[in-house]
Structure formats: structure tokens, C-alpha cells
């Protein structure tokens, strides 16, 4: 099985531009969180998708968005870009459809990040 | 706010060494996830538990969950140069879909 995708994989924007990442699940997962990963404040939470509706979200602006389609395939959105928002994001993909604990649902698969960088 | 303490921060061995890494939270965890992330790639995990008490092995790493399912430890035994990297664990608590990271160990291991 293909693992997790995301595209692209680099990306620099200036201040106050918008940008969008893509991130393609593992075959069969329908629950995408996305994260986002700096030195100083470690994997931080953004929001988990599951069927096309957002179940969670951390404590990030609204500038933040995101959505999933049908097909589990999910972007997330960042507009009006900020010095702070340099950062690795990354997507994880699972089985998890419930909050009930399924062992072999619990497992969260990692992309390899899209790192972004805002001058 | 829930959080993940991770301790040590960092930690530098030589070959053959062992080590512990704790993961400590007052949350209780329905289940909770070990990974390994190397620099500029996405976390690879590494193993998942989710009963109190747990024991996994894997090779020379061994994994533990609490019996209160608030704390979890990563032993490795002999220690190798390719066992470099920021080992992070995770917890998700009952009623919710979200993950909490640790604040990760960074180890190296000296040839």
C-alpha cells in the first residue's frame, strides 16, 4: 500500500499571501489530521477530518482551514500568512472511525511533511 | 490543558549504552503511540498501546504502558548510531479524536 502523500513538499510565500497543501491518505483511511511542527512549540493539533466533516480542531486561529473531500484526499488552507506560520505540517491518515479504542484503528500513519517557509 | 512531558530533552550516548525515555501526563490515555522522526521527514511510528500495563518489544526497544494509562517508557537496549533521531510520543484521551505530542527526546548515539 502507497503510503501517506503530501504535496508539495517545500514552499516559500511572503507575508500576507494565502497558500494550500494537499495531503492523499493511505488506501482505506478516512480519518486526515493535519499538524503543524516548529522547534519551539513541538506537533502541535490543527484538526481532524472524517468523512468530509471536521470531528476536532486545536487551538489555532481562524486563519487556519481546512476540508476533506469524498475521497479522503484533504488540503488545508492558510490565508494572510505570518512570519510564525514557518513551520513543517504535516497529515496523518487512520482507521479510526469512532472515539471507541479499536486496537489497530489507534494508529496514526505520518506523510513526510510539507515544510513551508514565510519571508 | 493536556500535556506530554517527555524527559530527558536530549541525550547523548555512546554505542552499546542503554537508555530510557518517559513520557508522563496527569491525563488518562485510551491509547498511546511511540514514533521515531528523523530531520525534515514525517514521524514513523514505532509501536501502539493501549492496555494499562502494557509490555511490547520490538528488537532492542521495549515499550511500556502505565497501569493507570497516564505514563509510558521506551527503553533501548545497546544503543546504536542508528538509533539517532526525535523519538516523540503520543496520547489520545477517551471522547475525543485528537492526538497529544510529547515535547519529544532528541538522542544521538556516538559511534
Known amino acids: 500500500k502507497a503510503g501517506v502523500t503530501q504535496t508539495p513538499r517545500y514552499l516559500i510565500k511572503t507575508r500576507g499571501q494565502q497558500v494550500t497543501l494537499s495531503c492523499s491518505p493511505i488506501s482505506g483511511h478516512r480519518s486526515v489530521s493535519w499538524y503543524q511542527q516548529t522547534p519551539g512549540q513541538g506537533l502541535q493539533f490543527l484538526f481532524e477530518?472524517?468523512?468530509?466533516?471536521?470531528?476536532n480542531k486545536g487551538n489555532f486561529p481562524g486563519r487556519f482551514s481546512g476540508r476533506q473531500f469524498s475521497n479522503s484526499r484533504s488540503e488545508m488552507n492558510v490565508s494572510t500568512l505570518e512570519l510564525g506560520d514557518s513551520a513543517l505540517y504535516l497529515c496523518a491518515s487512520s482507521l479510526m472511525t469512532s472515539m471507541r479504542t479499536v486496537r489497530g484503528q489507534e494508529t496514526q500513519y505520518f506523510g513526510p511533511g510539507t515544510r513551508l517557509l514565510v519571508l | 490543558t493536556q500535556l506530554l512531558e517527555q524527559s530527558p530533552q536530549f541525550l547523548s550516548i555512546q554505542e552499546g549504552e542503554n537508555l530510557t525515555v518517559y513520557c508522563n501526563s496527569s491525563?488518562?490515555?485510551?491509547?498511546l503511540q511511540w514514533y521515531r522522526q528523523e530531520p525534515g521527514e514525517g514521524p514513523v511510528l514505532l509501536v501502539t498501546?493501549?492496555?494499562?500495563?502494557e509490555v511490547k518489544k520490538l528488537k532492542r526497544l521495549t515499550f511500556q504502558f502505565g497501569d493507570a494509562r497516564k505514563d509510558s517508557s521506551l527503553h533501548i537496549t545497546a544503543a546504536q548510531p542508528g538509533d539517532t533521531g526525535l523519538y516523540l510520543c503520543?496520547?489520545?484521551?477517551?471522547?475525543?479524536?485528537?492526538?497529544?505530542f510529547g515535547t519529544g527526546t532528541r538522542l544521538k548515539v556516538l559511534a
Open positions: 503520543a496520547g489520545r484521551t477517551s471522547g475525543t479524536y485528537k492526538y497529544i
Open positions: 491525563s488518562v490515555f485510551s491509547s
Open positions: 477530518y472524517f468523512s468530509e466533516t471536521q470531528r
Open positions: 498501546v493501549v492496555t494499562g500495563g
